[in-house]
């Protein structure tokens, strides 16, 4: 066990200085963001009234109310949450081709620890899991602070205070990093972990067989999606939805312990007996 | 310890983090968008047995709602679970939970149920896609399940001349005295018209003993044509004596600007009563429907709702006796928007939407007498953009 948390713990060390520049980038986006967007509404109010002689009702009427919803349109706020879900994207493959191309081929030392072979694949996937949690908790807590600066930046009259969690349900896109409930997480998140076990075990298909391995990998993550699906797809062939939605979620869930349990399964068999170096 | 201070610290954030947004999210329940009732007149006692699902949209806000006997509450939006819960309109999930193994596998179109004390009756109509340009091999699927002994009659029965027909659907279902009427809407192959059918089964001996056809609906032209529709029962389940159509002619007209628009140009009604198997075309003036915003059956009497300067106009039809009555209520909204009717027993339960403001208001159609008038609104600033929209009305 702990060789699997030191494992976890080391593999986020190899990341950890990128991981540290896009946690910069997004507060940093954010702040600024927030910055530049309210004065450009509050600019256009004062000009509104100013100007035309509008009173600050006549002009909420017209342009609506200033909240963290319109930041979160922005490429301000959206720029930073893609760049971290690309660079954890790329991790995925990153994190173990680095390990056979870096220098002086960092895998046959990995591999050669006297713990289970197992344990690099797990920590290699927790620590993805975590990286992608940690932006999560990053945003959750950014949402209160925002929330504070508007207020420093936007007078009451134009203000429209919204709690985090009405952010993220008032804007849909922020709900695929939030869905909207504790057991909704849960399952994305899970589905989530069902992929990069996927992925993975793909990727050691290929770092055993090379080129035929990416034949056998592109099957695996074929079949285990089929597997994955297979419920929806026979409804469709058949043509009638024979299973109550609660009935299928259930069967979706005992599926996916299925299919990542076979996929530690597979990478296990593969780390232990075709791996090359 | 310490060495593991990046695996400690990540975990420690996001546990911390994500575990209180949700439990804050769970017990605030906070909601700074608020939609209230208005009573303009009339007891919230009334709305009891009321379910109105629909949703509020404007610029920022996109929320579905629920309004149980007039108190509103927000559905979990948008969550998955929540979601799940709320697959199937209220009525077929009561279905459901009264009969889990009967409503297996069926359509969730309340058309082809019909229930009555005795018995719950589903039909349908399956077709096959012939990979081009029709549908064929159609096919009834009949069940009826009898509630007190908990069995089930299970038959399929091929459609009749179905080479006729390039794709026919179930508008309603209907059981009487052991006899279990389909009405269909049958869009006919090539030339062949439109046309309402009805086919009735013996239930004893599972067979089919007669069809006829109530309606056709003959596309004259490019320019002039007829649409028909089934003038809706309350809850579409329920017994009923008559089954009425109704046809309307429609007419490409140019106007003088050289745009073309389409105008209605008078409705047919027939009714077909299920006792006597007749069917009577109904003597009922043609602008009633024109100027007609619904129309719905109670009992044996249509109704027609028109929108006038001060509220609404309520002009009922007695199938029957054949008399016409007019009765008028006010709508506590002035805005121009859309309009769903329902009824039930003697009420007329009628709710706005896709208009900025949500209005009710019940009638009693013996009396005239308006039982309650309210309105939902949204509180605080109102934008130029807001829009209520009503999904459906469910009695209970």
Same mark, same amino acid.
């Given at each position: 066990?702990?060789?699997?948390?030191?494992?976890?713990?080391?593999?986020?060390?190899?990341?950890?200085?990128?991981?540290?520049?896009?946690?910069?980038?997004?507060?940093?986006?954010?702040?600024?963001?927030?910055?530049?967007?309210?004065?450009?509404?509050?600019?256009?109010?004062?000009?509104?009234?100013?100007?035309?002689? *509008?009173?600050?009702?006549?002009?909420?009427?017209?342009?609506?109310?200033?909240?963290?919803? /319109?930041? +979160?349109? =922005?490429?301000?706020?959206?720029?930073?949450?893609?760049?971290?879900?690309?660079? *954890?994207?790329?991790?995925?493959?990153?994190?173990?081709?680095?390990?056979?191309?870096?220098?002086? =081929?960092?895998?046959?030392?990995?591999?050669? *620890?006297?713990?289970?072979?197992?344990?690099?694949?797990?920590?290699?996937?927790?620590?993805?899991?975590?990286?992608?949690?940690?932006? /999560?908790?990053?945003?959750?807590?950014?949402?209160? /602070?925002?929330?504070?600066?508007?207020?420093?930046?936007?007078?009451?009259?134009?203000?429209?205070?919204?709690?985090?969690?009405?952010?993220?349900?008032?804007?849909?896109?922020?709900?695929?990093?939030?869905?909207?409930?504790?057991?909704?997480?849960?399952?994305?998140?899970?589905?989530?972990?069902? /992929?990069?076990?996927?992925?993975? =075990?793909?990727?050691?298909?290929?770092?055993?067989?090379?080129?035929?391995?990416?034949?056998?990998?592109?099957?695996?993550?074929?079949?285990?999606?089929?597997?994955?699906?297979?419920?929806?797809?026979?409804?469709?062939?058949?043509?009638?939805?024979?299973?109550?939605?609660?009935?299928?979620?259930?069967?979706?869930?005992?599926?996916?312990?299925?299919?990542?349990?076979?996929?530690?399964?597979?990478?296990?068999?593969?780390?232990?007996?075709?791996? +090359?170096? | 310890?310490?060495?593991?201070?990046?695996?400690?610290?990540?975990?420690?954030?996001? $546990? @911390?983090?994500?575990? #209180?947004?949700?439990?804050?999210?769970?017990?605030?329940?906070?909601?700074? @968008?608020?939609?209230?009732?208005?009573?303009?007149?009339?007891?919230?006692?009334?709305?009891?047995?009321?379910?109105?699902?629909?949703?509020?949209?404007?610029?920022?806000?996109?929320?579905?709602?629920?309004?149980?006997?007039?108190?509103?509450?927000?559905?979990?939006?948008?969550?998955?679970?929540?979601?799940?819960?709320?697959?199937?309109?209220?009525?077929?999930?009561?279905?459901?939970?009264?009969?889990?193994?009967?409503?297996?596998?069926?359509?969730?179109?309340?058309?082809?149920?019909?229930?009555?004390?005795?018995? @719950?009756?589903?039909?349908?109509?399956?077709?096959?896609?012939?990979?081009?340009?029709?549908?064929?091999?159609?096919?009834?699927?009949?069940?009826?399940?009898?509630?007190?002994?908990?069995?089930?009659?299970?038959?399929?029965?091929?459609?009749?001349?179905?080479?006729?027909?390039?794709?026919?659907?179930?508008?309603?279902?209907?059981?009487?005295?052991?006899?279990?009427?389909?009405?269909?809407?049958?869009?006919?192959?090539?030339?062949?018209?439109?046309?309402?059918?009805?086919?009735?089964?013996?239930?004893?001996?599972?067979?089919?003993?007669?069809?006829?056809?109530?309606?056709?609906?003959?596309?004259?032209?490019?320019?002039?044509?007829?649409?028909?529709?089934? $003038?809706?029962?309350?809850?579409?389940?329920?017994?009923?004596?008559?089954?009425?159509?109704?046809?309307?002619?429609?007419?490409?007209?140019?106007?003088?600007?050289?745009?073309?628009?389409?105008?209605?140009?008078?409705?047919?009604?027939?009714?077909?009563?299920?006792?006597?198997?007749?069917?009577?075309?109904?003597?009922?003036?043609?602008?009633?429907?024109?100027?007609?915003?619904?129309?719905?059956?109670?009992?044996?009497?249509?109704?027609?709702?028109?929108?006038?300067?001060?509220?609404?106009?309520?002009?009922?039809?007695?199938?029957?006796?054949?008399?016409?009555?007019?009765?008028?209520?006010?709508?506590?909204?002035?805005?121009?928007?859309?309009?769903?009717?329902?009824?039930?027993?003697?009420?007329?339960?009628?709710?706005?939407?896709?208009?900025?403001? @949500?209005?009710? #208001?019940?009638?009693?159609?013996?009396?005239?007498?308006?039982?309650?008038?309210?309105?939902?609104?949204?509180?605080?600033?109102?934008?130029?953009?807001?829009?209520?929209?009503?999904?459906?009305?469910?009695?209970?």
């Amino acid at each position: 066990m702990m060789r699997y948390f030191k494992l976890v713990n080391f593999e986020l060390g190899r990341f950890f200085k990128l991981y540290g520049v896009i946690i910069g980038i997004t507060i940093l986006s954010q702040l600024v963001g927030l910055w530049v967007v309210s004065n450009s509404y509050m600019e256009r109010a004062n000009y509104a009234m100013f100007e035309e002689n *509008l009173s600050p009702a006549q002009f909420v009427s017209d342009n609506g109310e200033m909240s963290l919803l /319109v930041l +979160t349109r =922005t490429l301000w706020f959206l720029g930073p949450i893609a760049l971290g879900a690309i660079a *954890l994207l790329f991790n995925i493959f990153f994190v173990w081709y680095r390990d056979w191309f870096g220098k002086n =081929t960092f895998i046959y030392r990995l591999l050669m *620890l006297p713990t289970a072979r197992i344990n690099v694949y797990l920590a290699k996937a927790t620590s993805i899991l975590l990286m992608v949690l940690g932006l /999560v908790a990053i945003q959750i807590v950014l949402l209160p /602070v925002e929330s504070v600066l508007l207020k420093w930046l936007v007078t009451r009259d134009f203000r429209l205070d919204l709690a985090p969690a009405e952010v993220v349900s008032g804007f849909r896109e922020l709900m695929i990093i939030l869905p909207a409930g504790i057991i909704d997480f849960i399952l994305a998140y899970g589905a989530g972990i069902m /992929v990069i076990f996927i992925l993975f =075990t793909a990727i050691l298909f290929e770092r055993s067989y090379r080129i035929k391995g990416i034949v056998f990998g592109a099957i695996y993550v074929a079949l285990a999606t089929g597997i994955f699906l297979s419920p929806i797809i026979l409804e469709g062939i058949i043509g009638t939805n024979y299973l109550y939605p609660m009935e299928l979620l259930v069967l979706e869930i005992i599926l996916g312990l299925i299919v990542s349990a076979a996929s530690i399964w597979v990478a296990n068999y593969l780390l232990t007996k075709r791996i +090359t170096v | 310890m310490k060495k593991y201070w990046k695996l400690l610290s990540i975990t420690t954030i996001a $546990v @911390l983090a994500i575990g #209180t947004f949700y439990i804050q999210k769970a017990i605030a329940n906070e909601n700074s @968008l608020e939609l209230a009732l208005d009573t303009v007149s009339g007891e919230v006692a009334e709305l009891k047995g009321m379910e109105i699902s629909g949703g509020y949209f404007d610029n920022y806000w996109n929320k579905r709602f629920t309004i149980t006997a007039g108190e509103l509450e927000f559905d979990n939006n948008d969550s998955f679970i929540g979601s799940l819960e709320r697959f199937y309109q209220p009525k077929i999930n009561q279905l459901i939970n009264d009969h889990r193994s009967f409503m297996r596998g069926k359509n969730s179109d309340l058309a082809g149920f019909y229930e009555d004390e005795q018995l @719950l009756a589903y039909a349908n109509v399956d077709s096959k896609w012939d990979g081009q340009s029709r549908y064929k091999d159609h096919n009834f699927e009949i069940d009826v399940l009898q509630k007190g002994e908990n069995e089930r009659i299970t038959f399929e029965q091929k459609v009749p001349n179905q080479q006729d027909y390039r794709y026919m659907y179930v508008m309603d279902v209907q059981v009487q005295d052991g006899q279990l009427s389909i009405f269909t809407r049958n869009e006919g192959n090539t030339d062949a018209p439109t046309e309402f059918r009805v086919y009735r089964f013996d239930l004893a001996s599972e067979k089919l003993i007669s069809e006829d056809s109530l309606m056709i609906l003959d596309g004259m032209n490019s320019k002039k044509w007829h649409e028909g529709n089934l $003038v809706t029962t309350s809850t579409e389940t329920e017994p009923t004596e008559n089954v009425v159509f109704a046809k309307t002619e429609m007419e490409e007209v140019e106007t003088e600007y050289e745009e073309y628009m389409v105008e209605e140009k008078g409705t047919e009604y027939v009714a077909y009563n299920l006792s006597t198997m007749e069917k009577t075309e109904l003597d009922i003036p043609a602008d009633l429907s024109t100027d007609s915003f619904n129309e719905l059956i109670l009992g044996s009497t249509i109704y027609f709702i028109q929108r006038t300067e001060q509220g609404l106009t309520v002009i009922s039809y007695n199938l029957e006796n054949e008399q016409e009555n007019e009765l008028n209520v006010d709508f506590p909204s002035t805005d121009q928007g859309n309009m769903i009717v329902n009824g039930k027993g003697d009420r007329l339960y009628i709710v706005g939407g896709d208009s900025k403001e @949500l209005p009710i #208001t019940i009638v009693d159609v013996n009396t005239g007498e308006t039982l309650y008038q309210g309105i939902y609104k949204k509180k605080g600033a109102n934008g130029v953009y807001q829009l209520f929209s009503i999904d459906n009305i469910y009695i209970k």
